[in-house]
């Protein structure tokens, strides 16, 4: 499995971006699927975005679509999630999680390997 750490998180007013980073360490990292998660007070964690192995297809939740970016450079063995117009309601922590499969899911229960989690907070 991978040992992922993000960074990146932190407060931000409304409209405002943030650039979350999930770093992997461990084996082969290019040949893992990528998503992100979200999970806020009280709520189930969130599907938030995901990437295949070689950063060529990517998903989004809906409402992330629009406003929220995946990449990934395997060289760094990093994957990056731009969140712009940033809204309260993306307040949460932010996890990064991959699983063994070039094809990315958007179900928690896929992914293998999971990282602590970044605090986003959004104030309006």
């Known amino acids: 499995q991978a040992q992922l750490v993000e960074s990146g998180g932190g407060m931000v007013q409304a409209g405002g971006s943030l650039r979350l980073s999930c770093a992997a360490s461990?084996?082969?990292?290019?040949?893992?699927?990528v998503g992100w998660f979200r999970q806020a007070p009280g709520k189930e964690r969130e599907f938030v975005a995901a990437?295949?192995?070689?950063?060529?297809?990517?998903a989004y939740g809906d409402s992330m679509k629009g406003r929220f970016i995946i990449a990934r450079d395997n060289a760094k063995n990093t994957v990056y999630l731009q969140m712009n117009s940033l809204k309260p309601e993306d307040t949460a922590v932010y996890y990064c999680?991959?699983?063994?499969?070039?094809?990315?899911?958007?179900?928690?229960?896929?992914?293998?390997?999971w990282g602590q989690g970044t605090q986003v907070t959004v104030s309006s």
């Open positions: 990437i295949t192995w070689n950063g060529r297809s990517t």
């Open positions: 999680a991959a699983r063994t499969s070039v094809s990315p899911s958007v179900d928690a229960h896929d992914y293998a390997s």
């Open positions: 461990g084996r082969a990292f290019s040949v893992f699927a």
